[in-house]
């Protein structure tokens, strides 16, 4: 990760700050005020006390009279300082509500390839903690500083009046506990990146074992995954240990200085006290060293926020920086398509120490079921990804109805495509308004409808709100056979002009799959289809069948023709069905 600088990600900040700002400058105000109010409580405090002079010499009307106004004062500092903390904390919720969207949006425009390389629990951290993080920090640190240099400049010219010569001691002393806290809180700033860093592990790595956790637990390795977390979890807590251990000093520090300093005005107040100076004068002039002093020991806290702020930060911003898929608003959409699909001289590979397809042709015509299959890492879903142009080919061309399907619109042509994948995906919302998905204003006869031809229907209607039952976030409240048969669904529904089915029916039971293949085969009649499958029997009535190994396509024909010829199609199917 490339740090950035403190004003460099301040200036990055401020596009998301800008239009709640007037919730910060209330906040500033209102704060303001009550930190001037708060400043002519002592002087008050001090006349009280001098309103008892001694034994049997009290003027409680002039004390009683001082007391009410403290307490109201008192009310109406509350008061305020509530009503700036309440636009503050509007600010930081609107702030990271602004900077959640920019993440969430920014996740819609990368290309897959952002998605499938980094651990989706370390982007949901940083989306949640580390934007917390950020407002928590960032913001409320500004204002504290902001306020804090004001109390300083009104404290030091009411000490400066009440005796210029304990204020200039108290001017030159008290600097030093900032100083101090500084140089101790510039030791963490390194150990907070680690340890919001390690955090995005911890959570990464958690995310995994919960959604695989019965993949856990069949295989018996609790245990592994356990001692696995705890070792992230120590990293995270010695992280966490070494930062706060340092942070923590400095609070002390800066106190053990302030409270050195207040001792010494307390005891040279007591010599002038001797001299004829007012005991309320000492009390107030006391008050207000602590409250010069007060600044100093908030900013210790404020520079470990910020230090926590400032590591998340860079972990924000490195998200929202990273490239978007290349932009395609100019480019034509593709208004109709016939069907035909072309790939010429296509070279792809993830990476550069792998070449996986190398040189594939294939032209598909209007209507024709392609079937794709090879043993596993030949190539097969990377096919469907180039298809769809989740990635773009390293050469070559991919058209579709004649047009390069890089010089149109990404949207455009991917509406004429239906997909049903192996790992089928259904989110927290009723059964209706998944198989709508695609097609949110289809009427309620058209769900059943492509419910019925999915072989989905009489399933739902057993379920306890039938078509309106809310699908659970993880869909655990029907099986997995039943997720697909939804997916199945929402494609019948859409009936696109081509479709794309990557193991549609692999976790669905023999018999509800030959029912489903029946209604398959009626919905692909006229539709290009590109269909993945192991199981080989579902594809032998393929109009073409694309044998791959290694990236290559090393054999195409018929199912029946690839049989007589006994090469490598007659191998995999044997190895299924031979003897």
Sequence with gaps: MKKKGFKQLLSKL???????????????????????????????????????????????????????????MTIMSSLLDWLGEYNMNILTYKTGQSIRNAIYHKL????????????????MNTMIADVENVTDGFLSGFKSILCGIFQLVVVMVIMLVLRWLLALIVIIIAPFSLLLAIKITKKSKKLYRQRVEIQGSVSGYAEEMIT???????????????????????????SGEKSSYYASLANPASRLVNGILYGVIGVMGAFMAMDGLKIGRISSFLSYSDNFTKPFNDLTSIFADLNIAIASAGRVFELLDEPNEIDDSKLPILKKC???????????????????IENLNLSVKKGQRVAIVG??????????????????????????????????????????????????????????????YGKPDASMDEIIEACKQANAHQFIEKLPEGYDTIITERADNISAGQKQLLCIARIMLLKPPMMILDEATSNIDTRTEMKI???????????TCFIVAHRLSTIENADTILVMNKGSIVEQGKHNELLEKQGFYYELFNSQFGV
Aim: aromatic share 10%; glycine share 4%.
């Design 375 to 436: 043993p596993t890492g030949c190539g097969k879903s990377t096919i469907i990804n180039l298809l769809m142009r989740f990635y773009d080919v390293d050469k070559g061309s991919i058209k579709v109805s004649s047009k390069d399907i890089r010089k149109v619109k990404r949207a455009s042509f991917r509406s004429f495509y239906g997909m049903v994948l192996q790992e089928s995906w259904l989110y927290n919302a009723s059964v209706r308004d998944n198989v709508a």
């Design 14 to 72: 401020l596009p998301y700050v800008r239009p709640h700002k007037t919730s910060f400058y209330m906040s500033v105000v209102f704060t303001l005020l009550a930190i001037s109010i708060n400043m002519a409580i002592p002087i008050l405090s001090g006349l009280a006390i001098d309103c008892m002079i001694g034994v049997n010499n009290v003027n409680f009307h002039l004390l009683y009279e001082y007391l009410i106004i403290i307490l109201i």
């Design 517 to 527: 293949q029946e209604a398959l085969d009626i919905m692909m009649e006229g539709r």
């Design 338 to 356: 016939n069907g035909e699909v072309e790939l010429k001289n296509v070279d792809f590979s993830y990476s550069n120490s792998f070449k996986l």
């Design 212 to 238: 695989n956790m019965k993949i856990i637990k069949a295989f018996n390795d609790e245990d592994n995954a356990v001692e696995k977390f705890n070792s992230l979890n120590k990293q995270l807590y010695d």
């Design 108 to 123: 819609n425009n990368v290309p897959i390839k952002y998605v499938d390389n980094n651990s989706h629990g370390d982007i």
